[in-house]
């Protein structure tokens, strides 16, 4: 899939670990990682849907129209698919429990 960040700030932190643990800690940048690239891989929603281990929801409320993929703990990573694009947008990693 193609995916495009919110802001450089996203893109930064995938393309370089050391950015990641600073805004995130280790763990979660690594989760972050980890989980951006199986975006990268899939090649269509339904593939991306079908990777249990992403734990893909959707999400309601002022978040609706957009997926949450688990992290690490409350932490999340918050996405926005455009099916006719076969485009993901990486909106932000966020505690959305709070």
Known sequence: MQIQF???????????????????????????????????????????????????HVLKGNRAGTFGIDLTGNMRLVISIIETDNLTIVLEVVDYHD
């Open 6 to 56: 919110r802001n450089n700030k996203l893109a930064n932190a995938y393309s370089k670990p050391s950015v990641a643990e600073r805004m995130w800690g280790r763990a979660v940048a690594r989760k972050y990682i980890k989980q951006v690239s199986a975006i990268f891989d899939a090649r269509d929603f339904e593939e991306l849907k079908a990777i249990r281990s992403l734990r893909l």
